[in-house]
């Protein structure tokens, strides 16, 4: 039983939601399918941790899907977010946040020589598709599996059998004409790539990749004779002719100052990068950008329509803009401190309680497997004891600390878990892993 069934404001909050909300909730992962029991419907967060209905608080390793990076309700982020509200909610005209906030990202990362903004992750890689399709005037994407991209239509595709395989619908209502455009292959599979190139090169508008993938639990891509697979797909599709955008979405400015980008941007650059979660402080944003001449494919200059009603929004540029502020050298060495000893500790309890486990990561990211074996590919990452891993979290949850509920996703610290912060981990840890062993 968890927490919240033990209780009735989450369940009886959840019993309604399920009236008026399609299974309850606005995002599939928050219903807890995957791990079962009732979500605790939350009512505040401050710092590192959560509060719920019940009068029950939780250690957040959740943090919103990766925005919270300097933790909840951050005082000068909460204060500019305020500071921007008085002065109007949004304008649907130019205001000078766009700008500074473009500007911090083309500063930071290289390969960015012009940014747009839009509300979301998912909206920055559909836009970045179609400005990639209309550069090469070609319609393929080749995507990996096991690489979440948001639910684009164009890359809710999973991979059929064999190793170059027109994809199937991962999603109904995903029409098979939209399928036919995308290949799945497998992650790190360089071969499989070489060999879709050589079939196909002509025909590929973009490779699109995690910068490091994070969504089938952290699986950071490979080098390979001293050649990372980001270079390798950089290198094979430009010999095409064909694009690689590089999705930054979840490890962009939190896996280092510079994203993923900043830990092996060596010797390559991607045409087009999406950005979302840290860049909007947690509020809704994203971005995508990148070389200038394709940028200046998009409306009303180019041939490309793409748009916004609130895309740009003050007090969402506010919130991103108070954010990157204290985002600095020192704010990144935190965040690689807090995430190793928590990683340290999360291995020190599953080895003494016997649990089959591997822990990987990229960069401050990282994930724990509930296998052996190190995970290279969805495959791999399917290969796990998920039920070992949802005892272990709800042994968690019942002691106070939130993980996220799958065992496919990456654990998002920020630089509001303190030392003290940690140290409720550590006493919540030896219960879970004692469970996990059960
Ligand atoms: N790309 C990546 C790598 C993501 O992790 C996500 C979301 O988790 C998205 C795109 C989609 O972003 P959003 O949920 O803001 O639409």
Redesign the pocket.
């Known amino acids: 039983m968890t927490p919240a069934d033990a209780t009735t404001v989450s369940a009886d909050l959840f019993s309604r939601a399920q009236q008026v909300i399609p299974s309850g909730v606005n995002s599939p992962v928050r219903a807890f399918g995957s791990v079962g029991g009732t979500p605790p419907f939350l009512t505040s967060a401050q710092g590192a941790l959560l509060h719920d209905a019940d009068g029950r608080d939780y250690v957040d390793l959740v943090g919103s899907?990766?925005p919270m990076i300097l933790g909840h309700a951050h005082e000068p982020v909460v204060e500019a977010v305020r500071d921007a509200a008085g002065r109007g909610l949004s304008f649907g005209a130019p205001q000078s946040g766009e700008v500074a906030l473009a500007e911090e990202v083309v500063s930071r990362i290289a390969p960015v020589e012009q940014l747009r903004l839009v509300n979301?992750?998912?909206?920055?890689?559909m836009s970045a598709l179609r400005v990639a399709r209309a550069a090469t005037d070609r319609d393929v994407v080749v995507k990996f599996a096991g690489c979440?991209?948001?639910?684009v239509d164009a890359l809710l595709a999973e991979a059929g059998s064999g190793v170059a395989t027109f994809a199937m619908p991962g999603s109904a209502g995903v029409t098979a004409a939209t399928a036919r455009d995308t290949v799945v292959l497998p992650y790190g599979d360089r071969a499989a790539v070489s060999a879709l190139f050589a079939a196909r090169g002509g025909e590929i508008a973009a490779v699109i990749t995690?910068a490091a993938p994070?969504?089938m639990g952290v699986v950071p891509p490979r080098e390979e004779d001293g050649i990372g697979f980001n270079r390798f797909l950089a290198e094979t599709a430009h010999a095409s002719g064909a694009l690689l955008i590089s999705?930054e979405?979840?490890t962009g400015f939190r896996a280092s100052r510079e994203g993923y980008y900043g830990v092996d941007g060596e010797g390559w650059t991607p045409d087009l990068m999406?950005f979302?979660?840290v860049i909007g402080g947690g509020l809704p944003v994203?971005a995508f950008g990148g070389r200038k001449d394709l940028m200046g494919l998009l409306a009303p200059a180019g041939p490309v329509y793409q748009a916004g009603t609130l895309s740009g929004n003050p007090l969402a540029t506010a919130a991103g803009l108070a954010t990157f502020a204290e985002l600095d050298e020192t704010a990144y060495a935190t965040l690689a401190s807090t995430s190793r000893a928590l990683q340290q500790m999360v291995a020190d309890a599953l080895t003494t309680a016997g649990v089959p486990h591997v822990i990987q990561n990229a960069g401050t990211l990282f994930s724990v497997f509930f296998r052996e074996q190190p995970v290279t590919g969805y495959d791999d990452a399917k290969m796990q004891d998920t039920e070992a891993f949802t005892r272990f979290f709800h042994a968690m949850l019942d002691a106070g600390v939130y993980l996220p509920p799958s065992a496919f996703e990456a654990w998002f610290v920020s630089t509001a878990h303190t030392p003290e912060v940690l140290d409720r981990i550590a006493d919540a840890l030896p219960g879970a892993a004692k469970a996990a062993a059960s």
Not at 120 to 125: K, L, N, P, R, V
Not at 148 to 151: E, I, R
């Open positions: 899907w990766g979301s992750g998912t909206e920055a890689t979440y991209h948001g639910h995690e994070a969504n999705d979405v979840l999406t979302g979660k994203g």
